[in-house]
């Protein structure tokens, strides 16, 4: 495939700004652990490359669905599809022109199975380019909201991953996309050092008008909320995330800092080992939670508003399901699992449970106060009569434990990238079934035939009373059978220098082009 390439003069053309323009850096806690786009399904990878990559739609500060590589969308026939049109005159970083087939590539990319993202592409039948500059995407069948579910799936050039062996993503081993990007965003990223820095510069051809006056941004991974807290204060760092929630107050009384406070889209939870044989193969450490009495047990000794009064230190709310209040398809039909300890320890003796070890896996640099969450869970527990042996690791050695199945029980927060109810059933309700691109991110193998049954009905129903009534038994029968624990809403809690101006979004991801320093 020939692809033009634009004048080095129009690809180092100087990037339009609306202020004078400056350096920023900026401190995470999680490195991105890939700049392939769909090698990891992650906040911290998407949220990244968000900057970097596009996809056909975007969301806006609103977190409106907006066009972006695609100008308009359209359903096809009797809800066969949706016929996207795409922008013409876009490029990618090296310069390559964007058309239908960077399309269908980045669909056959993304939804195969070496790709940690092909679950968002479980409604899709087919992509078929009808033109250059036309592209239309069947679905099984009508699919009201998918528009919605695919504003993080990022278009690559195919001719620049064929060059590269970089065809498909490789989450495993890596290959040349895992340190490399050729995008279409507003940024490219011109150093990659992992867990050091990455170095990002506008791309002076991007196809949108620039909000942004930044010349040079630098990401440096820190860990340690001290050390990122004190390096906002000297100035080292003119944006942290997340900042300590125990530190809000102080650094409130700062003048040269601001603190950006807001509820995020994410619902923290714990999931659980629902798979037979865990014993038999080594893995996990027992079938301890087979039996529903045992997940029950734990949902009762688990006193999430202590936690949210202690270590959240009251800015955060209890969640009763695996999404939010804010989220489309909420459902009013459940309540948070009442904190009763002593129900909780009768269902331990009853299940003959009692001093049963319970392998817990935690992430220890993922979520806000994650370690500290599970450590008072941990504790929890033991006053109930069960022996969980917390295991807290760095989110890069956290996920392949999951997706090994070495746990009984682990925490889990779920951002729904199409803020709807829909998205966690795909993703952590459905039985796993790799054909059919369902259920990735159910470790725990949590599986109901009634589920199944009912989430391509919730996808494809338009009228939102009926829609809602599926919701509602979903949402009940994941409760009753206490397929997860959810705890609660994650808290933002953003700093900046006083100088910045930027925009928090619920979904936590951190856009660069909104962000100005004065």
Known sequence: MFKTLCSTAALMSVLAAPAIAKEFKFAVTTDPQSMDPHAVNSAPVLGFLNNVYEGLVRRGKDMAIEPALA????????????????????????????????????????????????????????????????????????????????????????????????????????????????????????????????????????????????????????????????????????????????????????????????????????????????????????????????????????????????????????????????????????????????AARALVEEAGLAGTKISFKCPNNRYLNDESVCQAITSMLAQVGLDPVLDAMPVQNYWPELRADNFDMYLLGWSPGTLDAEHPIRFLGSTPNSEKKLGSWNFGGYSNARIDELLPMIQSEIDDGKRQMMLDEVASTMQNEVAYVPLYVQPLVWGTRSNISMTQRPDNFFILRWVTVE
Do not use: C
Not at 111 to 134: G, M, N
């Open 71 to 342: 100008v308009s969308w359209e359903p096809i026939g009797d809800g066969e599809g949706w016929r996207f049109k795409l922008r013409e005159g876009v490029t990618f970083h090296d310069g390559a022109a964007f058309n239908a087939d960077d399309v269908v590539f980045s669909y056959e990319r993304a939804s195969s199975e070496a790709s940690d993202t092909r679950s968002w592409f479980a409604p899709v039948s087919d992509v078929i380019k009808v033109d250059d500059y036309t592209v239309d995407i069947m679905t099984n069948a009508p699919n009201p909201i998918f528009p919605d579910s695919i504003a993080n799936w990022m278009m690559m050039d195919s001719d620049w991953a064929a060059a590269n062996d970089a065809a498909l993503p490789d989450k495993e081993a890596g290959n040349y996309a895992t340190l490399n990007t050729n995008g279409t965003g507003a940024f490219m990223v011109t150093t990659r050092e992992p867990d050091l820095r990455t170095v990002l510069e506008p791309f002076g051809g991007w196809w949108d008008e620039a909000e942004h006056n930044i010349t040079r941004a630098e990401l440096t991974p820190i860990q340690n909320a001290a050390t990122a807290l004190s390096a906002l204060i000297s100035g080292d760092v003119d944006f942290i995330n997340p900042v300590p929630i125990q530190d809000v107050a102080r650094l409130q009384q700062d003048p040269n800092v601001n603190v950006i406070q807001g509820i995020e889209a994410r619902v923290i939870m714990l999931g659980f080992d629902q798979q037979a044989g865990a014993a038999e193969s080594g893995q996990g450490g027992s079938d301890v939670f087979l039996d529903a009495r045992a997940r029950e047990a734990v949902a009762k000794a688990v006193n999430v508003p202590a936690i949210l009064q202690t270590i959240m230190r009251g800015n955060a709310e209890v969640a009763s399901q695996l999404v939010s209040p804010a989220m489309r398809g909420y459902s009013d039909a459940v309540s948070p699992y009442a904190y009763d300890p002593d």
